[in-house]
């Protein structure tokens, strides 16, 4: 039993950080109706410029996450800027296809800047724990966890509160209408780059501090994307209830499948592809994830 | 009569396959009066990086020096450095550029497991000599008349840490954790021989897939099954990722792991935290006052940039001495062919190296025509957080287990 | 469309539509068949890449670029052709000429299932799916000891009878043969029913199924054609390399696949050629300028190669951006400007 709520715990902590990723998909999504492949790449840069002012130029580590905070807005704002202002109305494979390449362009870009090690950042958590009873918990995942309700409880009402949101939401919907009910439709996009990336950063900031700083980091992208698909990409509740579901089942499938073997076949390390078939076998079942609603179509 | 202009192509097409087959009688690839080519693949992009230019530069050095020194048998070597980019198909693309274009005669490192599986079949079509750097052991066993590996592999070094444990404490109750790959799994091998042959068991094992920084399932897995010992085969950045997660839990484990971990990076990574952890290796830090590091630092203070490179406190050094290792194990099999070069003579020439001195920056190499590998003895090293450095805690011995 | 009008049906559905196609046609099976007597080794082996390129191009451009369905797993098409072909000859003795359509059949098997998804998955949701299973594939190939995990098995030597197939050049010619073959059939099959039924569905499938297209056969067929294609030019692949490692086989391959079709434009046989050949002789382009500028300028050569990494994504991006049709689009404006030359249309 005491297993079972350590791995529900660390679970929670690997899905924290899943769903504010995954918070950030949704925030474009909803408000440009583009699916941005290149998240976990701009949580890569977002930790990479943390590091660069808090290690290499020896700044307040606060103060390091606040000037990567506003460089993510700008960068964000740029990657609208020069690609994705162009690709409005264009069909969904070739907005995809540009954010897969924008990917690969950023990868290599931070590779020529930072290289390819490895890096850590020295915050004022590291390496430092709480201890509850039997149970040690790093205090990085405490704030990861508790940053996250807080950001998830802002987006929220910002989306169902405040005019803006309402204005990002009806972009979404339909960009056409909404720029003739007098919304800004260029802003508004920027607005949700800008925002989307910023999240993106504090994810990457929160990542390295839970792990270390590396190009490769960008991989927890793929998977945030499976959570957030498979709460429904519509939906933010859903992309933390799709966090926390992969964080734990990968959380499972360490602790129980992986280094079986069976017959020839090794299971070796399970648990990415435990992620991913959850992800598939729910997508059969329910097409728009958990909370998706399916659209209705005109011909 | 269009069908007819197809089908009469096509048999055109077949005659001309039938003919493509002759042959030419040639002179030996890549080796001239003055001049040999040898080729060295290691990467210069992709995601191990840091671990090409090093090699590279250690093979630029003692290149210069050989040549600087008259050459081998009244022959210069012309040194092809190529990126492989870790990948197999990267690494395919480049063998067969460095063979088939730049038309190398031997090929002196070739960094990367799997690549170099891959690039086998054309080093054997070519007669081109390989020296792999990664996971060899069944490089030389059963063997490859073309395959030489001038280093200890991971499944002797598994071995040897397996032991060094065992010997220490035979009680140890002894944990896993690999890559689940070829280079962790032969480690993992070598580590289940190894206690076998103790008489004893690994008591957990944990596989990650490469890449993977969050080691939370495995190490709660290991404390759960009560292990104070547990064998890495990992890489720098997941051995940093165990060390960090080993402080977070508070628990006092010792570590052990391979060659790669052993690089004055990890103290920027974890600081103090490294304090204690060990590692077995077949090269000497570079610090350690032996004959064989006095001399390569001489030639690379004439030939290479030390500041840069050896002098450099964060400095790979063990790739820089592999690269030693790799390149003058070539020389001395160049050497040894003689003047007449053939690959068939380099071959014999490289099977006649007995105890090459390698002068204690790692151990001596040997090959022999049964034996491809030049050594199965290693170091055991430990970390000295404050001193941000490696020491030696146990000289050059080969393990016990049959290898 | 300038000058060239088609007054009967035959005329518009004729395989080559011009003399002047038919002339530069056979000026370039001339100089394929003229190829391994002017080239070296190392040029023909490029060149056989670009031939299997050119077939697996070929299969994802009639997934995505005709019938509309993203695939990010196409690479794991490859990996099945190359791993059934490789164990059928290795470990059943099969002889290659039946190893060969097998794995083409295997690869489309799988196809089939990885389509079914596809009748509820769209966008978004089919591409993630589809990026799964190349990492599912990739998993399996890692942990069958069947498979030799990442490490990779050897392959044998593709033999016909008792000729083996040992030679760059005549490897050659093999390949060449069947991509020609490959890019009839993809231009024959898209002219036909099926072709017009895939393009229907890309365009808007729910107006397909009105018009009585049934979607679940096509989709699914659409998926199957396309792996048969990747299926084939795995095992070419394989039996070339002789050595196949999963590795080889990973999202990277997939996205170098997309590039190829979005660079050569979507929906057109001719692109996907083009792309084919451009893509992968990319890296081998890189791989000459390096060596240009490495004597003379080795901080440019250095930035070259951390560059590789990059350039496909660049290509897409580029692309997508400027010209959504690719290189067939500029291909047809030109041919356009000069034909109406010095009017504007």
């Known amino acids: 039993m005491e297993k079972i709520i350590e791995i529900l715990i660390n679970g929670l902590s690997t899905g924290a950080i899943y769903a504010l990723l995954a918070l950030g998909f949704v925030l474009i999504f909803k408000s440009t109706g583009i699916i941005n492949f290149a998240q976990g790449e701009l949580a890569m840069v977002g930790a990479f410029v943390c590091y660069s002012f808090a290690m290499l130029m020896n700044l307040p580590y606060i103060l390091a996450v606040l000037i990567a905070l506003v460089i993510g807005a700008l960068l964000g704002s740029v990657v609208d800027l020069l690609f994705f202002r162009r690709m409005v109305g264009e069909p969904m494979f070739s907005t995809i296809m540009v954010t897969v390449g924008l990917a690969s362009i950023v990868t290599c870009i931070s590779g020529i800047i930072w290289g390819h090690d490895v890096h850590s950042i020295q915050s004022p958590f590291t390496d430092k724990t709480v201890a509850m009873g039997n149970l040690v918990i790093s205090q990085g995942t405490l704030y990861t966890i508790g940053l996250s309700i807080v950001l998830i409880i802002l987006f929220i009402l910002f989306f169902n509160r405040s005019l803006l949101g309402i204005a990002m939401k009806g972009t979404a919907e339909d960009p056409d209408t909404a720029g003739l009910m007098g919304v800004n439709v260029k802003k508004v996009h920027m607005l949700a780059w800008a925002i989307g990336t910023m999240v993106a950063v504090l994810a990457g900031i929160f990542l390295a501090e839970q792990s270390f700083v590396r190009l490769s980091m960008s991989h927890t992208g793929i998977k945030a994307m499976a959570a957030a698909i498979l709460g429904g990409m519509e939906s933010i509740g859903g992309a933390i209830l799709g966090g926390v579901i992969i964080g734990v089942v990968e959380g499972l499938a360490a602790n129980y499948l992986s280094g079986m073997e069976l017959g020839d076949f090794h299971f070796g390390d399970i648990k990415d592809v435990a992620a991913f078939a959850i992800m598939i076998i729910v997508l059969m079942i329910r097409p728009h994830g958990i909370f998706g609603k399916e659209k209705v179509e005109r011909v | 009569m269009k069908t007819r202009i197809v089908v009469s192509s096509f048999i055109l097409l077949g005659a001309l396959c039938l003919m493509a087959g002759g042959t030419w009688a040639k002179e030996v690839r890549g080796v001239t009066d003055t001049e040999v080519k040898i080729g060295c693949l290691v990467d210069l992009s992709g995601p191990a990086k840091y671990g090409g230019p090093p090699i590279a530069q250690a093979f630029k050095d003692c290149v210069a020096w050989v040549n600087d020194n008259g050459g081998i048998n009244g022959r210069k070597i012309n040194l092809v450095v190529e990126d492989n980019g870790i990948m197999p198909n990267t690494t395919m693309k480049a063998a067969r550029k460095i063979i088939l274009k730049d038309g190398v005669f031997a090929i002196g490192f070739n960094l990367g497991s799997a690549g170099a599986s891959a690039i086998l079949p054309l080093c054997e079509e070519n007669e081109v000599v390989l020296m792999p750097h990664g996971a060899n052991k069944k490089f030389f066993y059963p063997g490859n008349k073309w395959v030489f590996v001038p280093h200890t592999v991971q499944y002797s070094m598994a071995c040897r840490a397996v032991e060094y444990i065992l010997e220490k404490n035979p009680k140890a109750r002894i944990g896993m954790i690999y890559q689940d790959d070829g280079f962790g799994r032969e480690g993992l091998e070598g580590a289940r021989a190894a206690a076998k042959f103790m008489k004893s068991k690994l008591v957990k094992e944990a596989p990650y897939k490469m890449g993977t920084m969050d080691f939370t399932p495995h190490m709660n897995a290991m404390k759960e099954a009560n292990v104070d010992t547990i064998v890495l085969w990992t890489y720098l950045p997941q051995s940093a990722s165990v060390i960090k997660q080993k402080v977070k839990m508070g628990w006092d484990v010792t570590l052990i792991s391979n060659n790669t971990t052993g690089v004055p990076p990890l103290f920027a990574l974890v600081g103090e935290n490294a304090d204690g952890y060990m590692l077995v290796t077949p090269f000497a830090p570079v610090h350690t006052d032996v004959p064989g590091v006095k001399r390569i630092k001489e030639i690379n203070k004439k030939y290479g940039d030390p500041k840069k490179t050896l002098d450099n406190p964060m400095y790979p050094d063990y790739l820089y001495l592999a690269g030693w290792g790799y390149i003058e194990a070539m020389v001395e099999g160049l050497k040894k062919a003689g003047r007449d070069l053939t690959p068939d003579s380099l071959v014999k020439g490289l099977e006649s190296i007995r105890d090459y001195n390698m002068g204690g920056l790692c151990p001596n190499i040997t090959f022999g025509p049964k034996r491809h590998v030049s050594s199965f003895s290693s170091l055991v090293l430990r970390a000295d957080g404050k001193a941000k450095r490696f020491n030696i805690i146990d000289g050059f011995k080969e393990p016990k287990t049959p290898q | 469309m300038g000058g060239n009008f088609k007054v009967s049906y035959r005329e518009d559905m004729a395989l080559f539509q011009t003399l ?274 490495k004597e003379s300028y080795p901080a440019l050569s250095g930035l070259i190669v951390d560059f590789k990494l990059g350039i496909f994504g660049l290509i897409i991006v580029l692309t997508l951006l400027f010209e959504p049709q690719g290189l067939f689009g500029i291909y047809r404006r030109v041919r356009l400007y000069w034909k109406t030359w010095p009017y504007k249309y």
């Open chain 3, 20 to 293: 002047w196609v038919k002339v530069w046609l056979s000026i370039l099976i001339l100089l394929l068949l003229l190829a391994p007597y002017l080239l070296s080794r190392y040029q023909l082996s490029i060149l056989i890449e670009m031939g299997i390129a050119v077939i697996g191009a070929l299969g994802l451009n009639l997934l995505t670029g005709y019938t509309g369905q993203i695939s990010l797993g196409h690479g794991a098409f490859l990996a099945i052709g190359a791993y059934t072909s490789g164990l059928l000859t290795g470990k059943l003795g099969l002889p290659f000429f039946l190893s060969l359509p097998l794995s083409g059949l295997m690869a489309a098997g799988l196809g089939l299932i990885v389509g079914i998804p596809s009748l509820r998955l769209k966008g978004l949701y089919l591409a993630l799916g589809t990026l799964a299973f190349g990492f599912i594939v990739e998993y399996i190939l890692f942990h069958w000891d069947l498979t030799q995990g990442d490490m990779g098995m050897a392959v044998k030597r593709a033999r016909l009878g008792d000729f083996v197939i040992k030679t760059e050049k005549a490897y050659f010619y093999f390949v060449m043969i069947f991509a020609a073959g490959a890019a009839i059939c993809a231009k024959n099959l898209v002219r036909s029913k099926i072709g017009r039924c895939f393009v229907a569905i890309r365009d808007r499938d729910i107006a397909a199924e009105a018009m009585g297209i049934p979607l679940a056969k096509y989709k699914i067929m659409a998926f199957g054609i396309s792996a048969f294609y990747g299926g084939i030019a795995g095992c070419l692949m394989a039996h070339y390399q002789r050595w196949i490692v999963p590795g080889s086989f990973d999202i990277s391959l997939s996205i170098a696949y997309i590039a190829m079709i979005i660079l050569g434009g979507l929906g057109t046989i001719l692109g996907s050629v083009l792309g084919a050949i451009l893509i992968t002789g990319i890296p081998h382009w890189i791989t000459y300028l390096t060596d240009v500028f």
